[in-house]
């Protein structure tokens, strides 16, 4: 699964992880965490995540 980064803060959304803390269950694509979640560390919106490019 794709990981997200935040382009505010520079945190990692890994979806082998999720965000426990807020209610996202381990093994969550990011695509279908809910649109009213916020970045865990800075607080921003979900669209301000971008794919991180894997080579």
């Known amino acids: 699964m794709k990981k997200y980064i935040c382009t505010v803060c520079g945190y990692i959304y890994d979806p082998e992880i999720g965000d426990p803390d807020s209610g996202i269950e381990a093994g969550t694509a990011?695509?279908?965490i809910p649109e009213?979640?916020?970045c865990p560390l800075c607080g921003v919106s979900k669209d301000m995540f971008e794919e991180v490019k894997q080579d």
């Open 30 to 32: 990011f695509e279908d």
């Open 36 to 38: 009213d979640w916020v």
